[in-house]
């Protein structure tokens, strides 16, 4: 059993992450959704946790943990809110971008801050014409001396206007992926602004904003790699962060579960518990059942990841499409056990399935981990 089994350190870092999720985010989080608070400090109480630099190296004053982890990190957190977890992992997918990319005096410019979230990242690759479609993308950066300047914007970013640092892809050469460079850019450089709060479905606790940049003078010191690496950088970048959204809808589909289960044992029609109901029994069996092979999917792919395998991106892409649609399903099944009490936002189901809905369309639509998979497929 031992190799499909957490270890002993595994299982202390589940636990820490789930007190801190049950002291910290479960009881706030419907406050938080309803009124669309930011919750800048529990964030950053997640940081002094080590929270904020999962998978930063310890040189970089990480906390050097694999991608099985940071899912179950990730997963631990989403059981009080799938929205601030998804927000916590945008800022560790750009940190590790910069730990893992950036050169010596990059690192020492912005991690120390990063580590503690006394700044935070956002990434920035989505583009108002371009999302599925990245290497289309048109945000220009032209070399002057030792700057860029960058001219585009991007679109549906996480934390956009809050936070502090932007890792941005940007053109820097010809058409397609070999003509993308990965920048950093701070929120007080002077060109960049920010659109309107976007009003979204679900994730009301974190805010997402359009990025525009209008001749924004970005030193070449502050680019991650050589140019023409950015798409590759993003890429990398993204195989982390499906897990990590995949652990999110993990952990969200086992609140809505476990909701569930407690709600139809209390809830009597017909002169008994439904869950005395062999319908209501078959469903919650096949809800278990699809969101443990979806975990041990994740949970598989995330070991790929952190060990570098060669199939990694596959194994990322499919875990991510099985989780966020298992996710979402498992979801909306236990709003119909509750019934039309589950509609009600006295309840929490309702912010699950809102908030687990946009996990199938970013870091890559399933369609597109469709795609990935499909082509990797016939490579073979």
Known sequence: MTQFDLTDEQREIQELARRFTADRITPFAAEWDEKHVFPRDTIREAAELGFAAIYVSEESGGIALGRLEAALIMEAMAYGCPST?????????????????GDADVKARYLPDLVTMARMASYCLTE????????????????????????????????GGENEVYVTMVRTGEEGPKGISC????????????????????????????????NVRVPVANRLGAEGEGFRIAMMGLDGGR??????????????????????????????????????????????????AARALLYLAAAKVTGGAPDKTRFAAMAKRLATDTGSSVVDRALQLHGGYGYLMDYPIERFWRDLRVHSILEGTNQVMRMIVGRELLKA
């Open 183 to 214: 920048l950093v850019i701070d929120k007080d450089t002077p060109g960049v602004s920010f659109g309107a709060n976007e009003r979204k479905l679900g994730w009301h606790s974190q805010p997402t904003r359009q990025v525009t940049f209008d």
């Open 128 to 159: 108002p014409g371009s999302g599925s479609d990245a290497a289309a993308l048109k945000t220009r950066a032209v070399r002057d001396g030792d700057h860029y300047v960058v001219s585009g914007s991007k679109q549906f970013i996480s934390g």
């Open 85 to 101: 977890s998804a927000f916590i992992s945008i800022h560790n997918m750009a940190s590790w971008m910069i730990d893992r990319f």
């Open 243 to 292: 897990l990590n959204i995949g652990a999110c809808s993990l952990g969200g589909a086992q609140r809505c579960l476990d909701e569930a289960v407690a709600y139809v044992k209390d809830r009597r029609q017909f002169g008994k518990a439904i869950a005395e109901f062999q319908n209501t029994q078959f469903t919650l069996a096949d809800m278990a059942t699809e969101l443990e």
